[in-house]
């Protein structure tokens, strides 16, 4: 793929740790539920200036510590990634349909129909504020409306990368893709390749 967030590699992360927690693939009789109610109910830290989501509390359920145990052997992580991986899972946690073919910005930029002609699943101003969002609390809140938006249907590894590494070329690619502004045009594969190096990914 040749978007920082559609890396492979990294999606398949967290679509491999999607799967074994809710054990979607058997019917979900042995999916890790008390790591996905924990996951689900994950807020903000107490006590912590400027407010941020619980990275303590996320470390305390065992679902995010294999999910933390698996990015953790990785090279070069980005600045911030342990905040980063506590909203990604949180917010996967709220999934419960994975949806792959199809990024989450496209999905949410998918027409419907409304009174008065077509219009987007997710209003523009509030895809906009999503795209200018930068604090990991805020995103997570934003990431979960956006989850239940789409019915709690998902693309788990596209979303779980894409919150993971939320930075302007990630946002520039969701706004992209709402606005179906890359429909059939084909890219390089730089980006991929050089993220790929830098997290020592083959």
Same mark, same amino acid.
């Given at each position: 793929?040749?978007?920082?967030?559609?890396?492979?590699?990294?999606?398949?992360?967290?679509?491999?740790?999607?799967?074994?927690?809710?054990?979607?693939?058997? *019917? *979900?009789?042995?999916?890790?539920?008390?790591?996905?109610?924990?996951?689900?109910?994950?807020?903000?830290?107490?006590?912590?200036?400027?407010?941020?989501?619980?990275?303590?509390?996320?470390?305390?359920?065992?679902?995010?510590?294999?999910?933390?145990? +698996?990015?953790?052997?990785?090279?070069?992580?980005?600045?911030?990634?342990?905040?980063?991986?506590?909203?990604?899972?949180?917010?996967?946690?709220? +999934?419960?349909?994975?949806?792959?073919?199809?990024?989450?910005? #496209?999905?949410?930029?998918?027409?419907?129909? +409304?009174?008065? *002609?077509?219009?987007?699943?997710?209003?523009?101003? !509030?895809?906009?504020?999503?795209?200018?969002?930068?604090?990991?609390?805020?995103?997570?809140?934003?990431?979960?409306?956006? +989850?239940?938006?789409?019915?709690?249907?998902?693309?788990?590894?596209?979303?779980?990368?894409?919150?993971?590494?939320?930075?302007?070329?990630?946002? !520039?690619?969701?706004?992209?893709?709402?606005?179906?502004?890359?429909?059939?045009?084909?890219?390089?594969?730089?980006? #991929?390749?050089?993220?790929?190096?830098?997290?020592?990914?083959?």
């Amino acid at each position: 793929m040749s978007r920082e967030y559609q890396n492979d590699a990294l999606r398949s992360v967290f679509r491999d740790w999607w799967y074994d927690l809710t054990d979607a693939r058997h *019917g *979900g009789d042995n999916a890790d539920r008390a790591s996905l109610s924990a996951l689900r109910r994950l807020d903000a830290a107490k006590d912590v200036f400027p407010r941020t989501i619980d990275l303590t509390g996320a470390i305390t359920i065992k679902g995010f510590r294999n999910l933390y145990r +698996v990015l953790n052997k990785w090279k070069r992580l980005p600045p911030g990634w342990e905040i980063q991986l506590a909203v990604a899972a949180a917010v996967l946690a709220q +999934v419960r349909t994975d949806r792959p073919g199809k990024t989450t910005a #496209a999905l949410l930029g998918a027409s419907r129909s +409304v009174a008065g *002609g077509d219009d987007h699943l997710m209003a523009e101003s !509030r895809f906009r504020r999503l795209l200018r969002t930068t604090e990991p609390l805020d995103l997570c809140d934003q990431a979960r409306r956006a +989850v239940a938006l789409l019915g709690r249907e998902a693309p788990v590894g596209e979303l779980g990368a894409s919150l993971f590494l939320w930075s302007p070329p990630v946002r !520039r690619e969701w706004a992209a893709a709402y606005w179906q502004l890359d429909a059939g045009v084909e890219r390089p594969e730089t980006i #991929a390749s050089d993220l790929s190096a830098d997290l020592g990914v083959a």
